[in-house]
T-cell receptor, first 108, second 117 residues
Framework: RKEVEQDPGPFNVPEGATVAFNCTYSNSASQSFFWYRQDCRKEPKLLMSVYSSGNEDGRFTAQLNRASQYISLLIRDSKLSDSATYLCVVNRDDKIIFGKGTRLHILP | GAVVSQHPSRVICKSGTSVKIECRSLDFQATTMFWYRQFPKQSLMLMATSNEGSKATYEQGVEKDKFLINHASLTLSTLTVTSAHPEDSSFYIC?????????????FGPGTRLTVL
């Protein structure tokens, strides 16, 4: 089992809809959690950190469930520009572990 | 946000030559930088952890004699692909960690696309 797992998608979602995807992690010693966004042929860019209390940034909400060992990302009122691959990233000790990413396509 | 630069952004070389890629943290010091490789339609794969002033730590399966890493200062790490072959063609990305009040956040360079002919 991979340490960080994501549904690769693609998620094809009409513009304006709400979409959510999860990322599960297997090591309970994982310490910090992030969502990155990666556009095609570009570097990943930090979208948001994920805190235990959950956090929101505009249309984006991230949540952490330590008991069930997953993090989630919710995108409301999706825009065409949200089309990208969303990478779940977990820090454990000095390691950084990436999920394989979830591809999101927002349809006009 | 923090800025990490990479140079060159794109390089095409002949098989058997060596290529050096630089990764710089422009507005913060990074004792640790990471090097990744990404093949088309795949996720980032960590190659090695670059530690300032000491030897890099390589992931299993990554040849340390082929991918030479030097982290000579707190703002610069270099990756040299020695005797490059077509199978080394890939997107190489570095990241540097910036320590905040509660966590480290990784900032990525823009990547270097290597094509070996």
């Amino acid at each position: 089992r991979k340490e960080v797992e994501q549904d690769p998608g693609p998620f094809n979602v009409p513009e304006g809809a709400t979409v959510a995807f999860n990322c599960t992690y297997s090591n309970s010693a994982s310490q910090s959690f992030f969502w990155y966004r990666q556009d095609c042929r570009k570097e990943p860019k930090l979208l948001m950190s994920v805190y235990s209390s959950g956090n929101e940034d505009g249309r984006f909400t991230a949540q952490l469930n330590r008991a069930s060992q997953y993090i989630s990302l919710l995108i409301r009122d999706s825009k065409l520009s949200d089309s990208a691959t969303y990478l779940c990233v977990v820090n454990r000790d000095d390691k950084i572990i990436f999920g394989k990413g979830t591809r999101l396509h927002i349809l006009p | 946000g923090a800025v990490v630069s990479q140079h060159p952004s794109r390089v095409i070389c002949k098989s058997g030559t060596s290529v050096k890629i630089e990764c710089r943290s422009l507005d913060f010091q990074a004792t640790t930088m990471f090097w990744y490789r990404q093949f088309p339609k795949q996720s980032l794969m960590l190659m090695a952890t670059s530690n300032e002033g000491s030897k890099a730590t390589y992931e299993q399966g990554v040849e340390k004699d082929k991918f030479l890493i030097n982290h000579a200062s707190l703002t610069l790490s270099t990756l040299t692909v020695t005797s490059a072959h077509p199978e080394d063609s890939s997107f190489y990305i570095c990241s540097a960690g910036r320590t905040g009040p509660t966590t480290d956040t990784q900032y990525f360079g823009p990547g270097t696309r290597l094509t070996v002919l």
